[in-house]
């Protein structure tokens, strides 16, 4: 799904982000995404959050990940 993966990472005591490029299968052009991670105090992940741009790279994201995961399509079909 994301090909050619560059990043860089920050942390702090509870959260780590991680800025990322990347290129979108079904997609034509490079997306930038935003990954956030929140731990509780033992370390466990607690949150996780993805931002994506442009919208198109995220939508064409989405849909393959729904055809991976056997879930319903954005638009209704199976």
Do not use: K, N, W
Not at 4 to 22: C, G, N, P, S, Y
Not at 47 to 68: H, K, N, S
Request: net charge negative; hydrophobic share 50%.
């Amino acid at each position: 799904m994301l090909e050619q993966l560059a990043h860089a990472l920050e942390a702090a005591d509870a959260a780590a982000v991680l800025m990322f490029t990347t290129q979108v299968a079904e997609f034509p052009g490079r997306a930038d995404g935003l990954l956030v991670v929140r731990s509780e105090p033992g370390g466990r992940i607690s949150d996780l959050t993805v931002f994506l741009r442009p919208l198109a790279a995220l939508q064409a994201l989405a849909e393959e990940m729904g055809r991976r995961l056997g879930g319903p399509r954005p638009d209704g079909s199976a």
